[in-house]
């Protein structure tokens, strides 16, 4: 029973050290996101914004301060809706500046604080 119990352990420290290991190695090698990344998170907040935008707006039960969050928001995610293609275009023809990328970002961070 105890040979048992020791090879167990063993065997979790082996994981874990393993995992570790595995984690510091992918760590390694990740540096700054790639603007092809960016743009890529951009369309996945705007996308999960949206689809809560829809579901309260779908919703015949929201309350009046889910209302008034959908009226801040609705602006914001039409203003993203032009913004986000244009950076994305802007980066395939590698002409996006850093200007464009910190409204967007500024704006999908005032949609995350609602």
Same mark, same amino acid.
């Given at each position: 029973?105890?040979?048992?119990?020791?090879?167990?352990q063993?065997?979790k @420290?082996?994981?874990?050290?393993?995992?570790?290991? &595995?984690?510091?190695?992918?760590?390694?090698?990740?540096?700054a996101?790639?603007?092809?990344?960016?743009?890529?998170?951009?369309?996945?907040?705007?996308?999960?914004?949206y &689809?809560?935008?829809?579901?309260?707006?779908a919703?015949?039960?929201?309350?009046? &301060?889910?209302?008034?969050?959908?009226?801040?928001k609705?602006?914001? @995610?039409?203003?993203l809706?032009? @913004?986000?293609?244009?950076?994305?275009?802007?980066?395939t023809?590698?002409t996006a500046?850093?200007?464009?990328?910190?409204?967007?970002?500024?704006?999908l961070?005032?949609?995350?604080?609602?």
């Open positions: 029973m105890q040979k048992q119990n020791r090879n167990y063993y065997l @420290l082996l994981i874990v050290l393993t995992m570790g290991f &595995a984690f510091a190695g992918c760590t390694a090698t990740m540096g996101p790639t603007q092809r990344q960016i743009v890529t998170s951009m369309y996945q907040v705007y996308n999960a914004q &689809a809560d935008y829809l579901s309260m707006a919703n015949p039960n929201t309350t009046e &301060a889910q209302k008034v969050i959908m009226r801040e609705k602006p914001i @995610l039409e203003k809706g032009t @913004l986000i293609p244009a950076y994305d275009a802007a980066v023809n590698g500046s850093p200007e464009m990328q910190k409204t967007i970002m500024d704006l961070n005032s949609l995350n604080s609602m």
